[in-house]
């Protein structure tokens, strides 16, 4: 397919190419490409918001979680008081029954149970004692914890907050990067750009690629002798054989 008379702009022109269209298709990849990126890294934002949020969520919920354990353990030294409170009515009740009762062995019996609510109150001091200082060191533990979290959540939110900047930028981008695209589609001449939507159908940029040591650099596979000379010439927009993208000679 030969396309003399196709011209492409003097600005364009490339001293290597020749006047087949591909200075200003390699253009148009460019910008292409460019918006590409743009559109796919602005498609990107929301997962890697929702990875740091993710992020964000589990640092809080770790947080959550050591507060809950000390709640935890003021829950069960209340507890112990409360139980504390109750067997120690118990033995004050058992000392008043015992001024009333006649007969020695109720006395004894009752003195008995008296010692066993003491000494269950004293176990109860004791574990209580033991969860005072285990709260302590939790309380310690825990605001240390948390200020080592909260530090990490502040640095999540800071990439959140440049995320938020990225989109902003990539939004500002995007326009001036569609209108480079429709400048540099203006800029190809009717043939070679049907040739380039048509190949570029199904495949992924780069479209048009260089020959090197008559490997094309799309699929990295030698073309055939035709295709090379083709290429050399740079009369007619020439496709790889094998992938099909457009190649032209790189020397
Ligand atoms: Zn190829």
New binding site residues.
């Given amino acids: 397919m030969l396309l003399d008379g196709v011209r492409i702009t003097a600005s364009n022109r490339s001293s290597f190419m020749g006047d087949n269209g591909t200075t200003s298709l390699l253009i148009l990849q460019d910008r292409e490409m460019n918006l590409e990126r743009i559109e796919r890294s602005l498609e990107s934002l929301p997962r890697e918001r929702e990875s740091i949020q993710k992020k964000i969520a589990a640092f809080e919920s770790e947080i959550e979680a050591g507060k809950q354990r000390i709640k935890e353990m003021e829950v069960r030294g209340k507890a112990i008081e409360t139980e504390m409170g109750e067997v120690e009515n118990q033995a004050l009740k058992y000392k008043s029954q015992q001024l009333e009762v006649k007969k020695n062995e109720e006395y004894t019996a009752l003195t008995h149970e008296i010692e066993l609510a003491e000494a269950k109150v004293s176990s109860l001091e004791e574990t209580e004692l033991e969860l005072l200082y285990k709260l302590d060191d939790a309380r310690e533990t825990q605001a240390e914890d948390e200020a080592e979290i909260k530090e990490k959540i502040e640095m999540e939110s800071r990439a959140l907050k440049r995320l938020d900047e990225k989109e902003i930028n990539l939004k500002s981008e995007i326009d001036a990067a569609c209108e480079a695209v429709g400048e540099a589609e203006s800029q190809v001449e009717k043939l070679p750009l049907s040739i380039y939507r048509r190949v570029a159908r199904g495949l992924k940029y780069p479209i048009i690629?260089p020959l090197r040591d008559a490997?094309?650099?799309?699929?990295?596979?030698r073309?055939s002798a035709t295709v090379e000379v083709e290429a050399r010439k740079a009369k007619e927009i020439t496709?790889?054989?094998?992938?099909?993208?457009i190649?032209y000679w790189d020397a």
Avoid: A, L, S
């Fill in positions: 690629v490997k094309c650099q799309g699929c990295h596979m073309v496709t790889c054989d094998n992938c099909g993208r190649v």
